[in-house]
């Protein structure tokens, strides 16, 4: 196939954006716009209970990086009846998928995780189950439980890597190897599980090289999705304290911005970009405050993408 026959099918393939994105994803999948629903398991974590560490990753907030979730008081149905309700005042949904974030989902009984992953995904309005968990947290029965979920309807498993690199991963308390989150990423490939990988972009110490590596190695993975990630400093959170006493570079917009259509240009083009950057609770958030200004940091980064023309044969003057 010729570059110009390539550049011919990118509206077909991706719609209007040149890249594959979760939306279109959605819509290819599903025939129509899905949105998530938070949910809240009332997990804790390994790196928490004193099982893996007890202060958890160095940037994540009390909420267990789920602040935006429903509250774990309240029963998974409960949760998503009044997440629903909240969308329904803003626009018509009709298929949601059910996301399990705040902290380690998959640490928890067996039987218990029946129980509330069936619960969201017998919901005939429920598409997908989306579940954020650690790579060190996939035992062979939860292993067993999502592939026989996924038979059901799809079953997506989010891992949270961060970065490749060794001395990082130290830093930020990541507490698990890089060959963990291979065999993890194993396993779920052997049993037909979509796994979406959580990348942090503008960690302490990292460079814009070493940031691009942790993308291009993902591309030899078998994973099916990315989330890439601005690094939040957040109120309340050991992150927070050490950039008090040691200041450190945070990113800029324009660099961000810069950064992110690197990544994009680098990333295989069969693997669905979930995340362009990221929302940090404003009542928690440091720095950048920027990262508040969403609509404007995506803009910018289409912008980008349209200056950039082409590459990997994707038309980006279209």
Not at 68 to 94: G, H
Request: contains cysteine; charged residues 25%; neutral net charge.
């Amino acid at each position: 196939m010729t570059t110009n026959e390539i550049k011919s099918n990118i509206p077909m393939r991706w719609g209007e954006k040149p890249y594959h994105s979760l939306d279109y994803e959605l819509k290819k999948q599903f025939g129509e716009k899905v949105y998530k629903l938070a949910l809240n398991g009332g997990m804790t974590c390994p790196n928490r209970d004193g099982k893996v560490g007890t202060r958890g990753c160095i940037f994540c907030s009390q909420g267990g990086s789920g602040d935006f979730a429903a509250s774990a008081s309240l029963s998974i149905s409960k949760q998503i009846d009044f997440e629903e309700r909240l969308l329904l005042t803003k626009r018509p949904v009709k298929k949601y998928i059910a996301y399990f974030q705040a902290y380690t989902n998959t640490y928890g009984e067996p039987s218990y995780l029946r129980r509330i992953f069936t619960e969201a995904i017998n919901r005939p309005e429920i598409a997908a189950l989306s579940i954020a968990t650690r790579p060190d947290c996939l035992s062979e029965e939860i292993l067993d439980l999502l592939e026989e979920l996924n038979h059901k309807k799809p079953v997506w498993v989010e891992l949270g890597l961060q970065t490749i690199h060794e001395k990082t991963a130290s830093f930020i308390r990541r507490g698990y190897p890089l060959s963990c989150f291979e065999e993890a990423v194993h396993n779920l490939h052997l049993r037909r599980l979509t796994v979406i990988v959580h990348v942090i972009l503008g960690l302490p110490g990292e460079t814009k090289k070493e940031m691009l590596d942790t993308v291009s190695y993902l591309n030899h993975q078998p994973i099916q999705g990315i989330k890439l990630q601005l690094l939040h400093i957040l109120k309340q959170t050991d992150l927070a304290d050490y950039y008090e006493a040691h200041p450190f570079h945070v990113l800029e917009m324009e660099e961000y911005v810069s950064l992110i259509a690197d990544c994009l240009e680098l990333l295989s083009p069969d693997i669905t970009v979930h995340r362009l950057t990221g929302d940090g609770p404003k009542d928690l958030l440091i720095a950048p405050l920027w990262s508040t200004k969403k609509r404007s940091v995506l803009n910018a980064i289409h912008q980008e993408l349209k200056k950039r023309h082409t590459w990997q044969g994707r038309n980006f003057s279209k």
